[in-house]
């Protein structure tokens, strides 16, 4: 239980500094997550009934009728296509401008911090690798967190319409989509774990090594380490470190790499499957060429939202374990 007021608390408390610190993008975002969550389902509600009057503009000799309705629907899926198209550019500009303001207010609550605590945690090792993963992560995992809520939010609004239409057609296909999906999130949850473990164990290592960085590049060390000829000594240990610190990250990265890989492929072959089978009941006349062109679609498109929902909260989990981070910092006592 404690694990979980943790989670929440750290996740509720990422809002509230996201929102206080730029509540004007923060809002746009917020009314974006439902017009980006609800018009892909209706584009692809009117891609059926597009194709459904054209298979029967074909059969019919009278195409008058049919020839009117399909324009009103076109003209109505280009409107909604322009929408989309503007929404979604918005939807970056305002992400981009709220993690900018976001980076600005949380370096100026790191710089308070600083200033306040007493001098003698400055030879505390602990309260110095407390504080490198603080400056590491703290500037932009909050914002990370409240777009993880949205990208969650938005998805779960277009995967309730694509659910209704998977489950009107088949409620074993709306099974089998869940079953496909979870895996990669939980690969995606497993491996967060193991790389927050990572820098946490290795918080001292990296901070040496940045330290043997600046006394190579600041221009306050560059007399020095010419004068007493240093600089290949700490050339090589910064090398050293780096160098199993990268090891260490690769090895991650390829078994994560394995895992995900093998998760997608199990997703693409369930897919395809899935195209065969509705093909399949399009020929027996179950189904007509718009209904087997929609049911693929939302098929397709629900798991794409899916495992954007999940994949959403692998993303959260992973973001509240870095920012600790920063509340933790934030916690000691001056």
């Known amino acids: 239980m404690e694990s979980i007021n943790s989670f929440r608390d750290i996740v509720t408390k990422s809002f509230h500094l996201v929102w206080k610190?730029?509540?004007r993008w923060t809002s746009i975002n917020i009314v974006l997550v439902f017009l980006l969550g609800i018009l892909p389902v209706i584009a692809l509600y009117l891609t059926k009934l597009i194709v459904d009057i054209v298979t029967l503009s074909v059969?019919?000799?009278?195409?008058t009728l049919y020839l009117h309705q399909l324009t009103l629907l076109i003209a109505i899926a280009g409107i909604i296509?322009?929408?989309?198209?503007?929404?979604r550019s918005l939807s970056d500009l305002a992400r981009n401008a709220q993690s900018i303001e976001v980076t600005d207010a949380i370096y100026d609550?790191?710089?308070?911090?600083?200033?306040?605590?007493?001098?003698?945690?400055?030879d505390d090792p602990e309260y110095q690798?407390?504080?490198?993963?603080?400056?590491?992560?703290?500037?932009y995992r909050p914002t990370q967190i409240v777009y993880s809520l949205i990208q969650i939010g938005q998805s779960s609004i277009s995967l309730l319409g694509i659910a209704w239409l998977i489950l009107s057609f088949n409620v074993w296909l709306g099974l089998i989509l869940v079953i496909v999906a979870l895996p990669a999130a939980f690969v995606r949850m497993k491996y967060s774990r193991k790389l927050y473990q990572f820098f946490r164990e290795r918080a001292e290592s990296e901070r040496k090594a940045d330290y043997y960085h600046s006394i190579l590049t600041d221009p306050s060390h560059a007399k020095e380490i010419r004068?007493?000829?240093?600089?290949s000594f700490f050339k090589e240990r910064f090398k050293s470190m780096r160098s199993e610190l990268r090891h260490n990250q690769i090895q991650i990265a390829r078994k994560r790499f394995s895992n995900e890989a093998l998760t997608q492929g199990l997703a693409t072959a369930v897919l395809f499957i899935t195209l065969g089978f509705v093909a399949y009941q399009a020929v027996l006349g179950v189904l007509t060429i718009g209904d087997m062109v929609v049911?693929?679609?939302?098929?397709?498109s629900g798991l794409t939202?899916?495992?954007a929902v999940l994949f959403g909260a692998a993303s959260l989990y992973e973001n509240q374990l870095f920012l600790n981070y920063l509340y933790q910092f934030l916690a000691i006592e001056h």
């Open 109 to 122: 609550i790191l710089h308070a911090k600083s200033i306040a605590v007493d001098l003698e945690y400055y």
């Open 227 to 231: 004068v007493f000829n240093v600089g």
């Open 295 to 300: 049911y693929y679609m939302a098929f397709q």
């Open 305 to 307: 939202f899916l495992q």
């Open 21 to 23: 610190s730029s509540p």
């Open 129 to 139: 690798n407390l504080l490198h993963r603080a400056q590491k992560e703290a500037p």
């Open 81 to 87: 296509g322009l929408v989309l198209v503007f929404s």
């Open 59 to 63: 059969t019919n000799p009278d195409v």
